[in-house]
């Protein structure tokens, strides 16, 4: 099995895909950069209580994090430039891992010059790195109703 780190230790450098929340992309650890990848099936819930004695209910999404060579993170360092040149910022995180608010749109008619390339785009392949181990992420939050 593969030991579980601490998401505090964790700083996301960026995103590659997105939905409601990222799926996948670079982070760093230990001063490394690292591959990270969302584990689907993998979701787990948390009930708490906050100050005010309310009930939450948290989800918590699993990702995987594989180690980098330098030569594949010079890759994805690559085509995450040439999507904020093309595409924009939107995706852009600080220097502590927290998304940046200032974030914005290329003209669309620029977005092109990026999707065009990833098109040709090989796929990258991870299957023989090294797992580092596993962390979860908050997801998101409702609150429980409480029946009486």
Known sequence: ????????ELM????????DGPLDGVLQFRNK?????????????QIRVD???AK?????QRFLLIELSQEQFQEEKYWN???RVNVGTYWDYDENGKRKKDGY?????QHKLFYDAAKKRLPCDYSNNKIVGWFEWIW???EVDVIE
């Not at 749109?105 to 008619?109: D, E, I, M, R």
């Open 1 to 8: 099995m593969y030991p579980k780190i601490n998401a505090s």
């Open 12 to 19: 996301i450098m960026w995103h590659c895909d997105y939905y």
């Open 33 to 45: 950069a690292h591959w990270f990848f969302i584990l689907h099936d993998d979701c787990v819930t």
């Open 51 to 53: 100050d005010e004695e």
């Open 56 to 60: 939450w209910q948290d989800f918590y």
């Open 81 to 83: 430039e040439l999507f």
């Open 105 to 109: 749109f290329k003209p669309k008619t």
């Open 140 to 142: 998101g939050s409702s």
